[in-house]
């Protein structure tokens, strides 16, 4: 958004310089992207008199001129045709930079002759494309300050122009009076009155308005226009002019300039239509399938069905709230107009808008909000000035819907600024901003004006005060401490759990990863996501359509794009969220560890192997003793169908309560995603590990005992399908207090094993230490304990003790 300063001074009565006025605007939210202020670079040019013009001696088109200076008089060579005795010029002295030819001069000798300066033109000081000569100014004395002379007499050329970021939900500082509403609100000035005084119509409208029915209040709120008949369309006045071209905008003709100076003054786009090109009245409807027009930017566009479009009689006029139509468009032939505003939905003029790609300043403003009740007002003020400057005859204002004032306020809490944001504003002050903003307050309540859409609860209110109270001079304090000394921790189990998982795999030497939540269809069958409950409604994209029910895929994936760069040996990890169903209670937190490749790099010992199923085991023993879990853990097989069948397996409590599960990575799944080498894996269900029924910080005392131990070595005859937990298991249950471990020793099964024992059978050898507790074992306590062993083996199993 630029403005320059004369233009907001047309809203604000301020004596505030232009650094002044700079601060204050991104000190409350304007934040100033761009300044021009020629006034700045003009310093250095002062006013001289031509004493005599003389022709080079050398050259044609050049004269030595003698130009009496503050300095005293001077030997200046100039080419200009209107260089002459008699006439008050503008002086650049050597080492003066031009900026309109981007040069710093000094003094130069120009075929033969010395020149102590240079004669300016106005595009050589930049304040125009004028270069037909030299200036000529009609008073000043020599010496004079050129800047102090033009803030005399043509204050428009040093006019600073100020640009402006402006963020989406600040439509009303898209104009010049929002802008200057705002730095009244800070005290920098008071905004002046601007009063719409009613156009009286002399005559009814030729050409009615109508919205369709289907899209009233949806698509278009109210439709306004007015005719105005018998003006004269030539080029705006220079005033008009130069306000325009200072922000960048080329004159064309009156009615055009009209409608872009409100667009920037006020934020209201407006359009003109050539009345004696229209047939019939105008209609807002939605388009059809296939309508085209062609656009006053000399492009025919085909507007999608559905979008806002207005008609007459014969065909499209313009796409609504966008951009005219050609055929209707004003030139210096026009004679009569309608003129119409509108109040538009802020979504479909967006899309419309993105459909078609074009980037007007009318699109700009209407996708982003503007006043809706402004619009009655605008017609009042855009008829008055075509009147004034092209003349012509207004008929009644036509209008098609209404627009229902905002009431909705919301509680206006004085104290809140200091609890939110910790900035002690007077009550008084915090009221007199807010109504200057057009804020209105009543019974504890502040009721936002129509121009700020963005006022949506009670927080911007606080926002609204802080920003032109100045956050940048908030001066921070520290909270207030309700208790004294260590704090108790705030996180929650679950939080912590998450803490110290991320940290532990952190330290065995994994590298973290953080994936999305999502993953593609495929990804989703291999790893039993498919189910329609995990299936997103509006993925963002058709490889993120499904939430993922484990960590694996996003990591295997990393992993596979990391060996398609050249890095084959990995350590990675990710402690997130994972789903099994579409309701809250179907996600939880999983922590995963993924190791590929080799355990370390290559050496001259040839020490190097494969990662393997029993270093995943060891790092997931790992997270879960950190994690505090119960230390005895059963080990089964009972895993998903992406884990090896017969190298990996679960750690978990009893049964059926499984914390964590290891092992390598299904062939197939290794296959798909085109994976070399060794794949092996751990994952831990974080919150399903159990809490510590005692809540005590310190660790368990240590509890070793000064009686000897005892092993003893049992063999069993087993089915070959009988697993080493199932008789491990059984052998810790004969005796929890007394058994300390049971390891297994030895495995003999194949065709010998078989021709020993039988078809079908294999040898299984344990170890297992006892350890007394109160008084040393006698023989007779080993052999007890050794047949419940014995016992509990065989019933579990069905095998038999081998002698």
């Given at each position: 958004?630029?403005?320059?300063?004369?233009?907001?001074?047309?809203?604000?009565?301020?004596?505030?310089?232009?650094?002044?006025?700079?601060?204050?605007?991104?000190?409350?939210?304007?934040?100033?992207?761009?300044?021009?202020?020629?006034?700045?670079?003009?310093?250095?040019?002062?006013?001289?008199?031509?004493?005599?013009?003389?022709?080079?001696?050398?050259?044609?088109?050049?004269?030595?001129?003698?130009?009496?200076?503050?300095?005293?008089?001077?030997?200046?060579?100039?080419?200009?045709?209107?260089?002459?005795?008699?006439?008050?010029?503008?002086?650049?002295?050597?080492?003066?930079?031009?900026?309109?030819?981007?040069?710093?001069?000094?003094?130069?000798?120009?075929?033969?002759?010395?020149?102590?300066?240079?004669?300016?033109?106005?595009?050589?000081?930049?304040?125009?494309?004028?270069?037909?000569?030299?200036?000529?100014?009609?008073?000043?004395?020599?010496?004079?300050?050129?800047?102090?002379?033009?803030?005399?007499?043509?204050?428009?050329?040093?006019?600073?122009?100020?640009?402006?970021?402006?963020?989406?939900?600040?439509?009303?500082?898209?104009?010049?009076?929002?802008?200057?509403?705002?730095?009244?609100?800070?005290?920098?000035?008071?905004?002046?009155?601007?009063?719409?005084?009613?156009?009286?119509?002399?005559?009814?409208?030729?050409?009615?308005?109508?919205?369709?029915?289907?899209?009233?209040?949806?698509?278009?709120?109210?439709?306004?226009?007015?005719?105005?008949?018998?003006?004269?369309?030539?080029?705006?006045?220079?005033?008009?002019?130069?306000?325009?071209?200072?922000?960048?905008?080329?004159?064309?003709?009156?009615?055009?300039?009209?409608?872009?100076?409100?667009?920037?003054?006020?934020?209201?786009?407006?359009?003109?239509?050539?009345?004696?090109?229209?047939?019939?009245?105008?209609?807002?409807?939605?388009?059809?399938?296939?309508?085209?027009?062609?656009?006053?930017?000399?492009?025919?566009?085909?507007?999608?069905?559905?979008?806002?479009?207005?008609?007459?009689?014969?065909?499209?006029?313009?796409?609504?709230?966008?951009?005219?139509?050609?055929?209707?468009?004003?030139?210096?032939?026009t004679v009569n107009v309608f003129l119409e505003a509108a109040v538009w939905d802020t979504v479909q003029i967006a899309i419309t808008g993105r459909i078609l790609k074009i980037n007007s300043d009318a699109r700009y403003r209407n996708e982003?909000?503007?006043?809706?009740?402004?619009?009655?007002?605008?017609?009042?003020?855009?008829?008055?000035?075509?009147?004034?400057?092209?003349?012509?005859?207004?008929?009644?204002?036509?209008?098609?819907?209404?627009?229902?004032?905002?009431?909705?306020?919301?509680?206006?809490?004085?104290?809140?600024?200091?609890?939110?944001?910790?900035?002690?504003?007077?009550?008084?002050?915090?009221?007199?901003?807010?109504?200057?903003?057009?804020?209105?307050?009543?019974?504890?309540?502040?009721?936002?004006?129509?121009?700020?859409?963005?006022?949506?609860?009670?927080?911007?209110?606080?926002?609204?005060?802080?920003?032109?109270?100045?956050?940048?001079?908030?001066?921070?304090?520290?909270?207030?401490?309700l208790h004294f000394g260590v704090q108790k921790s705030i996180l929650t189990a679950k939080q912590n759990k998450e803490r110290i998982a991320r940290r532990e795999i952190a330290s065995l030497g994994y590298n973290e990863c953080v994936t999305?939540?999502?993953?593609?269809?495929?990804?989703?069958?291999?790893?039993?996501?498919?189910?329609?409950?995990?299936?997103?409604?509006?993925?963002?994209?058709?490889?993120?359509?499904?939430?993922?029910?484990?960590?694996?895929?996003?990591?295997?994936?990393?992993?596979?794009?990391?060996?398609?760069?050249?890095?084959?040996?990995?350590?990675?990890?990710?402690?997130?969220?994972?789903?099994?169903?579409?309701?809250?209670?179907?996600?939880?937190?999983?922590?995963?560890?993924?190791?590929?490749?080799?355990?370390?790099?290559?050496?001259?010992?040839?020490?190097?192997?494969?990662?393997?199923?029993?270093?995943?085991?060891?790092?997931?023993?790992?997270?879960?003793?950190?994690?505090?879990?119960?230390?005895?853990?059963?080990?089964?097989?009972?895993?998903?169908?992406?884990?090896?069948?017969?190298?990996?397996?679960?750690?978990?409590?009893?049964?059926?309560?499984?914390?964590?599960?290891?092992?390598?990575?299904?062939?197939?799944?290794?296959?798909?995603?085109?994976?070399?080498?060794?794949?092996?894996?751990?994952?831990?269900?974080?919150?399903?590990?159990?809490?510590?029924?005692?809540?005590?910080?310190?660790?368990?005392?240590?509890?070793?005992?000064?009686?000897?131990?005892?092993?003893?070595?049992?063999?069993?005859?087993?089915?070959?399908?009988?697993?080493?937990?199932?008789?491990?298991?059984?052998?810790?249950?004969?005796?929890?207090?007394?058994?300390?471990?049971?390891?297994?020793f030895d495995e003999f099964k194949g065709p010998q094993a078989e021709a020993q024992f039988g078809k079908g059978k294999k040898s299984l050898a344990i170890s297992v230490k006892l350890q007394p507790k109160e008084v040393t074992f006698k023989?007779?306590?080993?052999?007890?304990?050794?047949?419940?062993?014995?016992?509990?083996?065989?019933?579990?199993?069905?095998?038999?003790?081998?002698?």
């Amino acid at each position: 958004m630029k403005f320059t300063i004369s233009w907001l001074k047309e809203h604000l009565d301020t004596e505030a310089t232009v650094e002044q006025i700079i601060d204050v605007l991104s000190d409350i939210g304007l934040e100033v992207e761009k300044v021009n202020n020629p006034y700045d670079r003009l310093l250095a040019f002062t006013i001289g008199h031509v004493l005599k013009a003389e022709q080079h001696p050398n050259a044609d088109k050049l004269r030595v001129c003698t130009v009496d200076t503050n300095d005293g008089e001077k030997q200046i060579i100039c080419g200009a045709p209107n260089a002459r005795a008699g006439i008050k010029v503008v002086i650049a002295k050597p080492g003066s930079y031009i900026p309109g030819i981007d040069t710093t001069i000094g003094v130069g000798n120009i075929r033969g002759i010395e020149s102590a300066g240079m004669l300016c033109s106005e595009r050589e000081m930049g304040l125009s494309d004028e270069h037909d000569g030299i200036i000529e100014l009609p008073s000043g004395k020599v010496g004079q300050s050129f800047v102090d002379w033009l803030t005399v007499y043509e204050p428009e050329k040093i006019d600073a122009v100020i640009e402006i970021g402006i963020t989406p939900n600040r439509p009303d500082a898209l104009g010049v009076r929002g802008i200057a509403r705002d730095l009244a609100a800070r005290g920098l000035g008071s905004l002046k009155e601007k009063p719409a005084n009613k156009v009286i119509g002399k005559f009814k409208s030729n050409i009615n308005v109508a919205i369709d029915t289907e899209i009233k209040n949806s698509g278009c709120r109210v439709f306004m226009g007015r005719y105005i008949r018998n003006l004269r369309n030539g080029p705006s006045p220079k005033w008009l002019q130069d306000r325009l071209l200072a922000i960048g905008l080329r004159p064309i003709s009156s009615l055009v300039d009209i409608t872009n100076f409100f667009t920037f003054d006020r934020n209201r786009p407006l359009h003109v239509f050539d009345a004696d090109k229209l047939v019939g009245s105008l209609k807002i409807h939605k388009s059809t399938k296939g309508q085209s027009m062609m656009a006053l930017d000399d492009k025919e566009y085909e507007l999608p069905e559905g979008s806002l479009a207005i008609s007459d009689s014969k065909g499209l006029v313009s796409i609504a709230g966008i951009m005219g139509g050609l055929g209707s468009g004003c030139t210096e032939a026009t004679v009569n107009v309608f003129l119409e505003a509108a109040v538009w939905d802020t979504v479909q003029i967006a899309i419309t808008g993105r459909i078609l790609k074009i980037n007007s300043d009318a699109r700009y403003r209407n996708e982003r909000g503007i006043d809706p009740e402004f619009n009655e007002e605008a017609i009042e003020l855009a008829t008055k000035m075509i009147i004034d400057i092209c003349g012509g005859e207004p008929s009644d204002i036509v209008s098609d819907g209404k627009i229902e004032p905002v009431l909705k306020g919301y509680k206006f809490d004085r104290n809140m600024i200091k609890s939110v944001v910790g900035m002690d504003v007077p009550t008084s002050k915090q009221e007199d901003i807010l109504e200057k903003l057009g804020f209105r307050l009543d019974n504890g309540y502040a009721y936002p004006p129509s121009w700020r859409p963005d006022i949506t609860g009670e927080i911007d209110l606080v926002e609204e005060i802080a920003r032109i109270s100045s956050l940048t001079k908030l001066v921070s304090s520290p909270l207030a401490r309700l208790h004294f000394g260590v704090q108790k921790s705030i996180l929650t189990a679950k939080q912590n759990k998450e803490r110290i998982a991320r940290r532990e795999i952190a330290s065995l030497g994994y590298n973290e990863c953080v994936t999305y939540t999502f993953i593609d269809r495929s990804n989703a069958v291999l790893f039993g996501g498919v189910d329609a409950e995990l299936r997103l409604e509006n993925p963002i994209s058709q490889e993120l359509s499904h939430m993922r029910p484990d960590l694996l895929p996003g990591l295997l994936m990393a992993a596979s794009r990391n060996q398609a760069r050249g890095f084959m040996d990995l350590r990675l990890f990710e402690v997130g969220a994972v789903f099994n169903s579409g309701e809250p209670e179907g996600q939880y937190l999983q922590a995963t560890g993924l190791l590929v490749g080799h355990v370390d790099s290559r050496n001259p010992h040839n020490t190097r192997r494969l990662v393997d199923i029993f270093d995943v085991k060891s790092d997931a023993e790992a997270v879960l003793f950190a994690l505090k879990s119960p230390s005895k853990l059963n080990v089964h097989r009972d895993v998903s169908e992406w884990w090896h069948p017969g190298r990996s397996g679960c750690l978990a409590l009893g049964a059926k309560k499984t914390l964590g599960t290891f092992g390598e990575i299904h062939p197939r799944i290794i296959k798909k995603l085109g994976l070399k080498g060794a794949v092996v894996a751990f994952t831990i269900l974080v919150e399903f590990i159990p809490e510590r029924r005692s809540k005590a910080t310190t660790r368990d005392a240590l509890k070793i005992s000064d009686l000897q131990g005892v092993e003893r070595d049992f063999a069993f005859i087993l089915n070959n399908e009988i697993e080493s937990h199932i008789v491990v298991s059984a052998a810790r249950s004969a005796d929890k207090e007394l058994i300390e471990t049971v390891n297994v020793f030895d495995e003999f099964k194949g065709p010998q094993a078989e021709a020993q024992f039988g078809k079908g059978k294999k040898s299984l050898a344990i170890s297992v230490k006892l350890q007394p507790k109160e008084v040393t074992f006698k023989d007779v306590d080993i052999e007890a304990i050794s047949l419940k062993i014995i016992a509990g083996v065989i019933a579990s199993t069905g095998g038999e003790l081998r002698r």
